[in-house]
T-cell receptor
Framework: GENVEQHPSTLSVQEGDSAVIKCTYSDSASNYFPWYKQELGKGPQLIIDIRSNVGEKKDQRIAVTLNKTAKHFSLHITETQPEDSAVYFCAASIRTDKLIFGTGTRLQVFP | DAGVIQSPRHEVTEMGQEVTLRCKPISGHDYLFWYRQTMMRGLELLIYFNNNVPIDDSGMPEDRFSAKMPNASFSTLKIQPSEPRDSAVYFC????????????FGSGTQLSVL
């Protein structure tokens, strides 16, 4: 079955700096790669996703890149703000039938 | 819509007791998922349903765990008997079945087994 590895487990950045989180997946058939953000005491929420026919996708300060050959994808947050502090999860699946999540990255943005 | 509703928010029980977690998915969503979150393993998929039918329960850790979905608006996850290693946050999530649709998560149930 699919296995998703995520790094780093914790990330601390200064406000205004960029943050990058990386994930690798094992199943070459996976074609859907979402990112979820979890704030304290809440369930994860989708922030951006990418399908295998696209190499990069942007939404304001957030971007995701996908390298299907290497089976890895990354989340990039630019101009970080304190409200970006949260736990971020990557995931992979074939469509969205069975999302397999990484172990999460705790991002802290210091003012 | 109120979103995915889980109850209770917190559950503290003693080892050996039965625990029942409840979930009400968003109306109209025909997929329902149960996940378990721990520091060591992150978000693990336990089981998911489509139109109230269990599709994949390969993530259920042991026979002590069982899940049901008697109708489109209600699901339960039961642990009997509970053990301290079951302590975790349990999330329910739902989505529509039209393809690449996002999951909507509930706020979770924090389970502590003493």
């Amino acid at each position: 079955g699919e296995n998703v590895e995520q790094h780093p487990s914790t990330l601390s950045v200064q406000e205004g700096d960029s943050a990058v989180i990386k994930c690798t997946y094992s199943d070459s058939a996976s074609n859907y790669f979402p990112w979820y953000k979890q704030e304290l005491g809440k369930g994860p929420q989708l922030i951006i996703d990418i399908r295998s026919n696209v190499g990069e996708k942007k939404d304001q300060r957030i971007a995701v890149t996908l390298n299907k050959t290497a089976k890895h994808f990354s989340l990039h947050i630019t101009e970080t703000q304190p409200e970006d502090s949260a736990v971020y999860f990557c995931a992979a699946s074939i469509r969205t039938d069975k999302l397999i999540f990484g172990t999460g990255t705790r991002l802290q943005v210091f003012p | 819509d109120a979103g995915v509703i889980q109850s209770p928010r917190h559950e503290v029980t003693e080892m050996g007791q039965e625990v029942t977690l409840r979930c009400k998915p968003i109306s109209g969503h025909d997929y329902l998922f149960w996940y378990r979150q721990t520091m060591m393993r992150g978000l693990e998929l336990l089981i998911y349903f489509n139109n109230n039918v269990p599709i994949d329960d390969s993530g259920m850790p042991e026979d002590r765990f069982s899940a049901k979905m008697p109708n489109a608006s209600f699901s339960t996850l039961k642990i009997q008997p509970s053990e301290p290693r079951d302590s975790a946050v349990y999330f329910c999530a739902s989505r529509t079945g039209t393809g690449y649709e996002k999951l909507f998560f509930g706020s979770g149930t924090q389970l502590s087994v003493l």
